[in-house]
């Protein structure tokens, strides 16, 4: 069982920037493929983006591309989101999310998920 835990939400105003972070004690994290989904009240669960075991592939949400970066840190078993020039559509729970297997866009591939950290961006 994959134990993921994410950081680094709050409330910015509209524009500004926050960065996510997920961690892991999982000694294989090197192997799994990381996301990043988020789900605001009422809606489902979307993709945002996700990165390769090997970081050397990315994919993002057409409604994020340009503003966020996804990362990862295989030495110390982390995995970022950065996000620039935040609006308010972007206000939901994010999660990270893992999986030996998928890059795909759809939550039903991912395996493993963590708790979720609230972002709340105000106008």
């Known amino acids: 069982q994959v134990q993921l835990v994410e950081s680094g939400g709050g409330l910015v105003q509209a524009g500004g920037s926050l960065r996510l972070s997920c961690a892991t004690s999982e000694r294989t994290f090197s192997r799994y493929n990381m996301g990043w989904f988020r789900q605001a009240p009422g809606k489902e669960r979307e993709f945002v983006a996700v990165?390769?075991?090997?970081?050397?592939?990315?994919y993002y949400a057409d409604s994020v591309k340009g503003r966020f970066t996804i990362s990862r840190d295989n030495a110390k078993s982390t995995m970022s989101l950065q996000m620039n020039s935040l609006k308010p559509e972007d206000t939901a729970v994010y999660y990270c999310a893992a999986d030996l297997w998928s890059v795909g866009r759809s939550f039903s591939e991912y395996d493993y998920w963590g708790q979720g950290t609230q972002v709340t961006v105000s106008s």
């Open positions: 990165i390769s075991w090997t970081g050397g592939n990315t």
